[in-house]
Structures are given as structure tokens and as C-alpha cells.
């Protein structure tokens, strides 16, 4: 069972490139989100989905764009890339719960971006 | 704004000993509440606590819901060396956005 697949796991970027980071998952939840990780800080989100075509704004979504066009899959863009945008990413697909609430959530293995 | 506080932010434990971790929040319209364990790498499912599942036990771990006093205990008895984690806390405010709290570092020395 491949779960999240969340790629690439290392990226150095210098400042004002873009890049995506991809996110796909195969248990056909609607919910997924993105998260960043920073030292002290946990988990924050980016942006989130509740299915296709629907997307949403997190705690922490200036410099970042996602688009959903399938269940599967749901891309994270990095438009110019900053230094303060130095983290661990983590995409995670979400199992609904029984009564409609978000239930567990399945993270891909993160990937470790540098801005230079 | 949502808040979801864990504490303490760290403790060392020695082999044996009883951890208990807190987490409080404040938010609007609680549906659900989930521990997860964060070893070096993606964080790992531990427990979902919801209204109508207010106390969950695993082996060695377990975890209650006060949803009137709005927190919620992670406790790891007789610990061991492989309980070395950052435990996380996150809270589900009715609009499908988990939010998470900074964590705690539980660091278990043998």
C-alpha cells in the first residue's frame, strides 16, 4: 500500500526560484492538507482540501499556492522562494471520521527544503 | 483565532517512570481531537477522542477528553527508551482544518 506519496524528500532552492512539491495519495480521502514544521513550532497549516476542485487557505498560506484537480493528487507550489521558507514540509490525507469530522490523518515522509 | 497549548514543552524521564502530557485548546465548534507521535521522521497516529469517545487505551498509553474543561492528557506508563518523541496534539474546530499544537519532547534516558 503506497499511503502518501509526498516527493522529492531534499530540495535546495536559491532565493526567487519556484518549485512544486507533490503530494498523492491512494486511499481516495477527500480531506488533504499541507503542513510546515519549524523548529519549536509544530505543525502549521498551508492550505487544505475537502475534495476536487475545492480549496482553502491555512495559518500560514503567503508565498504558497495549491491547486486540487483530482482526489489523488493535490500540489503545493512554492512561487518565489524566500529563506524564511527554509522548513519540513509534510502532506497529509485525511480519513473522515464516522459522523463527518476529520479523523486520522496519513503523512507523507516530508521533504526538507533549503532556500539559499 | 484557534490555540491548541501543549505542556510542558520538554521533560527527561528515566526508564520505568509515568509521563503525562497535556493539551488544552480553544476553539470554536470541537469535533475532534488527535495524539500523534513524531519519531525523526512523519508523524504517527495515536488516538482520536471525539463527544462520543472520550477516553482511549493502548498497552502502555492512554488518553482522556474533558471537553468541558477543554483539554485533554496523554499518559505513557512505564516508559521506555523507544517512547522518545515529540508527541503532538491537534484539534479539528468544525471545519476540517487540524490544527496543531508546538508539541512536547519526551525524552526517556535508560
Known amino acids: 500500500n503506497a499511503g502518501v506519496t509526498q516527493t522529492p524528500k531534499f530540495q535546495v532552492l536559491k532565493t526567487g526560484q519556484s518549485m512544486t512539491l507533490q503530494c498523492a495519495q491512494d486511499?481516495?480521502?477527500?480531506?488533504m492538507s499541507w503542513y510546515r514544521q519549524d523548529p519549536g513550532m509544530g505543525l502549521r497549516l498551508i492550505h487544505y482540501?475537502?475534495?476536487?476542485?475545492?480549496?482553502d487557505q491555512g495559518e500560514v498560506p503567503n508565498g504558497y499556492n495549491v491547486s486540487r484537480s483530482t482526489t489523488e493528487d493535490f500540489p503545493l507550489r512554492l512561487l518565489s522562494a524566500a529563506p524564511s521558507q527554509t522548513s519540513v514540509y509534510f502532506c497529509?490525507?485525511?480519513?473522515?471520521?464516522?459522523?463527518?469530522?476529520?479523523?486520522?490523518?496519513?503523512f507523507g515522509q516530508g521533504t526538507r527544503l533549503t532556500v539559499v | 483565532e484557534d490555540k491548541v497549548v501543549q505542556s510542558p514543552l520538554s521533560l527527561v524521564v528515566h526508564e520505568g517512570d509515568t509521563v503525562t502530557l497535556n493539551c488544552s485548546y480553544e476553539?470554536?465548534?470541537?469535533?475532534?481531537l488527535l495524539w500523534y507521535k513524531q519519531e525523526k521522521k512523519a508523524p504517527t497516529f495515536l488516538f482520536m477522542l471525539?463527544?462520543?469517545?472520550i477516553e482511549k487505551k493502548s498497552g502502555r498509553l492512554s488518553s482522556i477528553l474533558d471537553k468541558k474543561e477543554l483539554f485533554s492528557i496523554l499518559n505513557i506508563t512505564a516508559t521506555q527508551t523507544g517512547d522518545s518523541a515529540v508527541y503532538l496534539c491537534?484539534?479539528?474546530?468544525?471545519?476540517?482544518?487540524?490544527?496543531f499544537g508546538a508539541g512536547t519532547t519526551v525524552t526517556v534516558r535508560a
Open positions: 497529509a490525507s485525511i480519513r473522515e471520521g464516522k459522523t463527518g469530522e476529520i479523523g486520522e490523518a496519513f
Open positions: 486511499m481516495n480521502h477527500e480531506y
Open positions: 482540501s475537502v475534495g476536487a476542485g475545492i480549496t
Open positions: 476553539v470554536t465548534n470541537f469535533r475532534s
Open positions: 471525539t463527544s462520543s469517545g
Open positions: 491537534a484539534v479539528e474546530a468544525g471545519d476540517y482544518k487540524l490544527s
